[in-house]
């Protein structure tokens, strides 16, 4: 019997509300083993490859899970809490789920937990530990500001999987994307700000560098670009800034087919021939700082920038 099956046919007293938060995920280990697992279940997902045909499995298992993972694992050891052996998306998740257990201490009926979408502790674990703990309603909170279908959806994807399998379910909500939310832009403001005020210099530019995605997922009606351009119109606003100074751009692109633009390195290297010397970097996207974060932003951006003369510092997501 699964444990999901166990937990659902089980007697379980009524009446708590569980908060399951769901981040995006991390390998368990930062090596090429860790980095496989990870990897074969994230780009198995169709809402993350669309075109899961017979081509795609056999780039992926003939030739991505063979390369892939080694290098990547070298990246990730450039970041990994050693510590605790684990990645700061782990840490740091875990470390947003007890503030905010501890921040509603006082709704003894609500309990909190954390999963990740990809790898460990996964959704159905969440929901185990929340049932176990006689949570009958659970409040999903996908920890994406801005929707896309290779992110949120997939979370509901997953829940839904999770359901599937029980008898006795328990009520189920989602939080919807928070993208241009007053408290998520304050929020992000207020980090911005504090930051910004430490720095010695002040930034000609801030660049708000978002996750990017095939644009021929946007072409399909993914709100994902919409989103994020609400989102940076907002912290305009709120910071008093024009569109030369906080400026747009989409990440982490990956294959050969034409993604969001402009993207992040390209306009890195733009901003360095055009004279400018000092940039900040925000990622407004991500809940937690990550590999996306730390290593793709914090150096190997941050190193393109000032190999041509300038100096780029990273601002890190909302504090956990």
Known sequence: ??????????????????????????????????????????????????????????????????????RKAKDYLKIWNNELNESPLKTITRGQSDKLAAAIADHDHVEVDWAMRYGNPSIQSGFDALMARGCDRILVVPLYPQYAAATTATVFDKVAEVLLAMRAQPTVRFVPPYYDEPAYIDALANSIEAQLVTLPFKPEVIVASFHGMPQKYVDKGDPYQTQCVATVEALRNRLNLDDKELILTFQSRFGYDPWLQPYTDKTMERLAKEGVKRIAVLTPGFSADCLETLEEIAQENAEIFRHAGGELVFLHPVPE
């Open 1 to 70: 019997m699964s444990s999901v099956e166990s937990v659902s046919s089980a007697p379980m007293p009524a009446g708590r509300v569980g908060v399951l938060l769901v981040n995006l995920g991390t390998p368990d280990t930062a090596d090429a083993r860790g980095l496989r697992v990870y990897l074969k279940e994230f780009l198995s997902d169709p809402r993350v490859i669309e075109n899961q045909g017979l081509f795609w499995k056999l780039v992926l298992n003939g030739i991505i899970l063979r390369v892939r993972p080694a």
